[in-house]
């Protein structure tokens, strides 16, 4: 889902941003360049939604207890790392 540009002003002005420069910002090359790979990696480790978390190499959907991040990393602080 895209933004109308409506609802984009209201929200950066409310929050005091620079407006303009936020229109600006948002239809740059380089904005959409980093759009494009966040949705390759997104397609590549099959997320449709957010959250979507990779810690090493176990990969989380969806909300995850704060108690079971921390476990997941631990888990893979303590594995060495993978050979490619």
Do not use: N, Y
Request: proline share 5%; glycine share 8%; aromatic share 4%.
């Amino acid at each position: 889902m895209v933004a109308e540009e409506a609802s984009v002003r209201r929200v950066a002005e409310s929050l005091d941003l620079d407006v303009e420069q936020l229109l600006i910002d948002m239809s740059s090359a380089g904005v959409q360049a980093e759009l494009d790979r966040t949705r390759a990696l997104a397609d590549l480790f099959g997320f449709i939604g957010t959250p979507g978390l990779v810690i090493g190499r176990t990969v989380l959907s969806g909300a995850v207890p704060l108690s079971l991040l921390r476990q997941i990393a631990e888990e893979e602080k303590a594995e060495p790392f993978p050979v490619c």
